[in-house]
């Protein structure tokens, strides 16, 4: 089932955001912060929440960089070096995200930018009712997934945020979590400062 793409993005680009970033040589991608939000008679149906939100991390950290590594080969964007996925992790490895402001990210992954993400994604209704639904009203209601993205590239120079993105997508209940957070991602990387289309 496609998804639907609700409204349109809010972006936020800060006085002079798109020019000092033509001075950044490297950034980072840190795990991404993800909420799930699911009724509570769906609690046994996702009894594994913490292992899916895990993997939904992981898999959104990679995607990001992905998409970002993509779009700078083809030089959609201006030349930057992007910190390995595996080796941000590995610095990050016991520090509590939660706990730590920006400006410490930013000394401890020695970068001049950090995407910061939080992904938040809720399910209405269960598998099984959502089918039924689907069938009995021909589609109408067959929204049943939610996805809400905000993103914030911090600029460590700055000490505060050069750019925000927000944006929000639904799907079906055939629709997975991977599937609505990639849709958001293709999105987002082609708006950030550094695309050259920005200029």
């Not at 920006?102 to 209405?124: P, Q, R, W, Y």
């Not at 069938?135 to 109408?140: A, W």
């Amino acid at each position: 089932m496609a998804l639907i793409l609700s409204s349109c993005a809010n972006i936020y680009f800060a006085p002079q955001s798109v020019s000092k970033s033509k001075t950044h040589s490297k950034i980072a991608i840190v795990r991404p912060d993800i909420k799930l939000i699911e009724r509570k008679t769906l609690i046994k149906e996702d009894a594994n929440a913490e292992e899916v939100i895990n993997q939904l991390a992981m898999t959104i950290q990679n995607d990001l960089f992905s998409y970002m590594q993509k779009r700078n080969t083809k030089k959609n964007i201006h030349q930057i070096e992007i910190l390995d996925i595996d080796k941000t992790n590995q610095l990050l490895k016991n520090v509590d995200l939660k706990n730590k402001t920006n400006e410490e990210l930013c000394k401890i992954l020695g970068v001049d930018a950090v995407l910061i993400t939080k992904f938040s994604f809720e399910k209405k209704y269960g598998d099984q009712t959502a089918m039924l639904l689907f069938v009995l009203t021909g589609g109408i209601w067959a929204t049943n997934k939610t996805c809400l993205v905000n993103a914030n590239l911090y600029y460590c120079a700055d000490t505060k945020n050069g750019w925000t993105y927000d944006f929000k997508t639904s799907g079906s209940g055939f629709t997975s979590y991977n599937g609505m957070a990639e849709s958001l991602i293709k999105h987002l990387t082609k708006k950030t400062p550094y695309t050259r289309k920005n200029d």
